[in-house]
């Protein structure tokens, strides 16, 4: 694909077939995500990619700790309260969601299981879990390096014509995961990606978020 339509191709996918990627396509992807820009090129991003029963052991963990101990304990708290326009865009992406998932604002027992198709990694085969070091103090700059290696990761993986859906509802079970896949404990747990081919029949993928007018978040200066 060109990159414009790679870029627009890329949204949060939520419906995966069971298919898993090749060894090759997995090495070749992650090689990819590597040339990814970094602050001075410190590269501070630590990624966990898991497959196959490893997958499915944690997944079925993830949603046991979801169900027991709503919340979780995680590395970087969030409360999601936000206003304005970001609040607007906030309940228009759920909405939505719902929407394609034939779920009604209504209907407590419909949005709990939507909310657990996200500890479900939505079927996916795979998850990359991905970290930074609490090693030192410049927490946003190492998260903001980071975002951009997710973004060009997940890029990588559309080119290849594989879906992803980045998380930040699995980082609520951090202790899980290190213990899990035997992480050390300054590795914090920013984000979550499952990954995969994706399931045409699953409404959910049809869902598109829309973006903001240019004007709203960019200024030119001359």
């Known amino acids: 694909m060109e990159f414009t339509d790679v870029v627009k191709a890329r949204h949060s996918y939520r419906g995966f077939l069971p298919k898993a990627v090749d060894e090759q396509t997995l090495q070749d992807v992650f090689e990819l995500a590597n040339w990814a820009p970094s602050n001075c090129n410190i590269q501070p991003w630590h990624v966990h990619v898991v497959s ?3 997958c ?3 997944r079925e963990k993830m949603k046991a700790a979801a169900q027991h101990q709503p919340g979780g304990n995680p590395d970087f ?3 999601g ?3 304005g326009d970001y ?3 906030q309940i228009c992406s759920a909405v939505g969601l719902w929407e394609y998932q ?3 604002r209504d209907d407590r027992e419909k949005r709990a299981w939507s909310w657990m198709r996200n500890f479900e990694f939505f079927d996916a085969p795979h998850i990359a879990f991905i970290f930074i070091t609490d090693e030192f103090p410049e927490t946003v700059r190492l998260a903001g390096d980071t975002g951009m290696y997710a973004q060009t990761l997940m890029l990588a993986l559309r080119d290849r014509g594989i879906g992803s859906c980045p998380q930040t509802s699995v980082s609520c079970y951090p202790d899980l995961v290190r213990d899990e896949l035997g ?3 300054h590795f914090k747990l920013l984000m979550g990606l499952p990954f995969g081919y994706i399931d045409p029949s699953d409404k959910a993928n049809d869902f ?3 973006r903001a007018a240019l004007d709203k978040n960019t200024i030119f200066h001359n």
């Open 208 to 210: 598109r978020t829309d």
């Open 77 to 79: 708290p969030w409360q």
């Open 102 to 104: 034939g779920v009604t």
């Open 52 to 54: 196959g029963d490893a």
């Open 56 to 58: 499915n052991r944690l």
């Open 183 to 185: 992480v050390e404990t």
């Open 81 to 83: 309260k936000f206003t």
């Open 87 to 89: 609040r607007e865009r």
